[in-house]
């Protein structure tokens, strides 16, 4: 859910040979088991494979605060991805279909903290590229 500028991998080479850390291929497993059963509580079930006026009008049912089930697409993307869609766009190509058909979740430039998802989860952010990109697909929210 990052890029490359997150993800770091251990490795080292030396007279014996080239040691590359092994990633964990089952993150999930450190869930707590608690979080693993049903019953967590009531959540808003939105299919992100709809039309994005369908969802828009799904989610304007309900305040911010409403807890929700997301499956489907969803758009990640930092640094690079935002350099290149605003080439795109200052070229006058307008955005991909697809960053117009699926929500995009806002990375931002920034390590991960342990223990907390990537990027911003509070306001906003007001870079040109978000501002472009909210203006030039009228979308309701990043």
């Known amino acids: 859910m990052s890029c490359s500028a ?15 850390e092994k990633l964990e291929r089952n993150p999930g497993k450190y869930i707590p088991e608690a979080l693993r059963q049903a019953g ?7 299919d992100l494979n709809r039309p994005m006026s369908e969802i828009l009008q799904q989610l304007s049912q309900y305040p911010v605060s409403t807890r929700l089930s997301l499956n489907g697409t969803i758009i990640v993307g930092r640094d690079i991805a935002h350099a290149k869609l605003k080439e795109r766009m200052d070229r006058g190509e307008g955005l991909p279909q697809y960053i117009k058909d699926h929500p995009i979740y806002y ?3 920034q ?3 342990k223990g907390m998802p990537p990027g911003r989860l509070g306001r906003l952010p007001q870079d040109e590229w978000t501002l472009m990109l909210i203006s030039s697909s009228r979308r309701a929210a990043v």
């Open 6 to 20: 997150d993800r770091n991998i251990k490795a080292k080479i030396n007279r014996e040979g080239i040691w590359i």
């Open 40 to 46: 967590e509580g009531e959540a808003v079930r939105v």
């Open 107 to 109: 990375a931002g430039r």
């Open 111 to 113: 390590k991960r903290r």
